[in-house]
């Protein structure tokens, strides 16, 4: 089984430390606001091709059964991923404004 890296990180930028307003100060490395936003829009796009694929099926434009449902569960996938990553972000938080000092 093949498993393929993550693309766009490199091990400067995972390890960079955090600077002013949250950016990562590792060479090459991109602000983590940055870093989210490219993740959604990815799921955004996604989600916009799985919606085109559908409505070809449904309009009969020659769009195949098979790609519309694997168009479909690529953005339900990306979905529940970028859905499970907030909630852990939002636990985070929650437990580190629970912290007494």
Same mark, same amino acid.
Do not use: C, H
């Given at each position: $089984? ?7 990180? /490199?091990?400067? *930028?995972?390890?960079? /430390?955090a600077?002013?307003g ?20 990815g799921?955004n796009?996604?989600?916009?091709? *799985?919606?085109?694929a559908?409505?070809g099926l449904?309009?009969?434009?020659g769009?195949?059964v098979?790609? *519309?449902?694997?168009? /479909?569960? #690529? *953005? ?5 991923? /970028?859905?499970a990553v907030?909630n #852990?972000?939002?636990?985070a938080?929650?437990?580190? $404004?629970? $912290?007494?000092?």
């Open positions: $089984m093949l498993i393929s890296g993550m693309q766009g990180l /490199t091990p400067a *930028a995972a390890a960079g /430390t600077g002013a949250g950016a990562a100060a590792g060479a090459g490395g991109a602000p983590f606001g940055d870093l989210l936003k490219n993740a959604i829009a799921v796009d996604l989600q916009d091709q *799985a919606s085109t559908v409505q449904l309009e009969g434009k769009a195949d098979d790609d *519309a449902m694997i168009a /479909t569960q #690529k *953005a339900d996938m990306a979905f529940e991923l /970028t859905l907030r #852990k972000a939002v636990a938080y929650q437990q580190v $404004m629970s $912290m007494q000092f």
